[in-house]
């Protein structure tokens, strides 16, 4: 079955190449090469023709076909990255140094800050 998909996913993907290089670009008229506007860049061209409609259809066979073998390729995974790691103790710390006292207090407080003038 993944080798029936896997054949499918890859005509899609070329065949799906070769239609978006066939079709023409939505300002690719005379006009739109020398500057001037073309009226179709921003509105509608009218119907849409074979080539979009094959490329639609190409597209969704493309990504059904990346889902497939997404799912086809998940079953011998394993359910996690850590599956079948062995957990291993930390090495042993030697012990912190003793704690140095705090410093002592300053023996009278600062002066005030003088007045500001008024």
Same mark, same amino acid.
């Given at each position: +079955? ?18 978006? !290089? ?7 008229? &005379? ?19 074979? !080539? ?10 493309? &990504?059904?076909?990346? !889902? =497939?073998?997404? +799912?086809? =390729? ?7 990255? &850590?599956? =079948?790691?062995? /957990? ?27 007045? /500001? =003038?008024?």
């Amino acid at each position: +079955m993944t080798t029936v998909t896997l054949i499918i996913h890859l005509l899609a993907s070329i065949t799906l190449v070769l239609v978006v !290089l066939l079709q023409t670009g939505k300002g690719a008229s &005379m006009g739109a090469a020398f500057g001037g506007a073309s009226q179709t860049v921003f509105g509608s061209a009218g119907a849409a023709t074979f !080539l979009s409609k094959l490329t639609t259809v190409v597209a969704i066979v493309f &990504m059904l076909t990346s !889902l =497939g073998l997404a +799912m086809f =390729g998940q079953t011998g995974a394993p359910t996690s990255v &850590m599956q =079948g790691a062995t /957990q291993q103790r930390p090495a042993k710390q030697a012990p912190a140094p003793a704690k140095q006292a705090p410093a002592p207090a300053p023996a009278k407080p600062a002066p005030p800050a003088p007045a /500001q =003038g008024k």
